[in-house]
C-alpha cells in the first residue's frame, strides 16, 4: 500500500496540526488526528502545546502500523482488493478504529464479495457518513467506480 498517498489522504481529511487541541469529541489530539494516550508524553499537557513535527511523524507512523495490523489481523481478504480500496478501508479504519469498522458488517460483506455498487451504498448508510460528510462521499465514490 502507498503509504504517501494514504498520509496524504489522511492529512486532507483529518488535518495535520503541531499542537495539542480537542477533536471534535473533546479528546486531546495532535499531528494527523493522534487522539493523546497515556503512553504518550503529551499525555497531561495543556491544550495549545507546541508538538514537533518529528513526533508528530513518529506517531503517525505508529498509528498506520496499528491499522494495517488491525486490517490484516481482522479482514485478511482485503490485501486481495484493489490498491484504491486498500487505501480507503484503510482512511476508514483510522478514522473509526478497528472495533467500530467491523460493525459495518454489510459494507465489509459486500467488498469481501467485489460488489463495489452495494459496498458503496452500505458505507453511506451509517451515522458515520454523516458525521463526516464530504469524506464519507469522497471515499463512497472511490469505492463504487473500483
Keep these: 500500500m502507498d503509504i504517501n498517498k494514504l498520509r496524504e489522504e489522511l492529512e486532507f481529511d483529518e488535518g495535520c496540526i503541531y499542537e495539542i487541541y480537542n477533536d471534535h469529541l473533546g479528546y486531546p489530539t495532535f499531528g494527523i488526528g493522534h487522539l493523546v494516550l497515556e503512553s504518550d508524553s503529551e499525555h497531561g ?15 503517525f507512523e505508529k498509528d498506520i502500523e496499528s491499522v494495517f495490523a488491525d486490517l490484516e489481523r ?4 482485503a490485501s486481495e482488493l484493489p490498491e484504491d480500496l486498500k487505501l480507503v478501508l484503510a482512511n476508514m479504519c483510522f478514522n473509526l478504529g478497528i472495533t467500530r469498522l467491523l460493525k459495518f458488517k454489510k459494507f465489509l460483506g459486500a467488498l469481501e464479495s467485489k460488489d463495489y455498487k452495494t459496498a458503496s451504498e452500505e458505507m453511506m448508510d451509517s451515522r458515520w457518513a454523516t458525521q463526516v460528510g464530504p469524506r464519507a ?4 465514490d472511490r469505492v463504487k467506480n473500483a
Design 74 to 77: 481482522n479482514l485478511a481478504w
Design 137 to 140: 462521499t469522497r471515499l463512497k
Design 45 to 59: 499537557e495543556p491544550v495549545g502545546t507546541a508538538v514537533s513535527k518529528e513526533r508528530v511523524i513518529e506517531c
